[in-house]
């Protein structure tokens, strides 16, 4: 009678963890501590890390830039800053 009801009771114990924070853009962007550590590991070891997580955090890096996040002393020349993205460039080309 009681293995029946300690299995749930270890699986709502279990569900009630704590939970990694969502991956997307904007959590990184406004994480810079977790943006940077993730970012360092895409460029070191980017054969062993996902290309849809580095992605992620390419696009967080870029949107930390252009939403002005960013510290002091982040940016000090111009090899650190992101790249422009292409759609940024095609837009330019529809201006009169």
Same mark, same amino acid.
């Given at each position: *009678?009681?293995? !029946?009801?300690?299995?749930?009771?270890? /699986? *709502? %114990?279990? /569900?009630?963890?704590? =939970?990694?924070?969502?991956? @997307? /853009?904007? #959590?990184?962007? =406004?994480? !810079?501590?977790?943006? &940077?550590? %993730?970012? =360092?590991?895409? @460029?070191? $070891? =980017?054969?062993? *890390?996902?290309? #849809?997580?580095?992605?992620?955090?390419?696009? /967080? &890096? $870029?949107?930390?830039?252009?939403?002005?996040?960013?510290?002091?002393?982040? &940016?000090? @020349?111009?090899?650190? %800053?992101?790249?422009?993205? #292409?759609?940024?460039?095609?837009?330019?080309?529809?201006?009169?």
């Amino acid at each position: *009678m009681r293995g !029946p009801l300690v299995l749930p009771i270890i /699986a *709502m %114990l279990t /569900a009630c963890g704590r =939970h990694e924070p969502a991956l @997307t /853009a904007d #959590a990184l962007a =406004h994480d !810079p501590q977790r943006l &940077y550590a %993730l970012r =360092h590991r895409c @460029t070191v $070891a =980017h054969a062993h *890390m996902d290309r #849809a997580i580095c992605r992620v955090v390419d696009a /967080a &890096y $870029a949107r930390r830039f252009f939403l002005g996040l960013g510290g002091v002393g982040e &940016y000090q @020349t111009l090899a650190e %800053l992101p790249p422009i993205p #292409a759609s940024f460039e095609a837009s330019q080309g529809d201006r009169p």
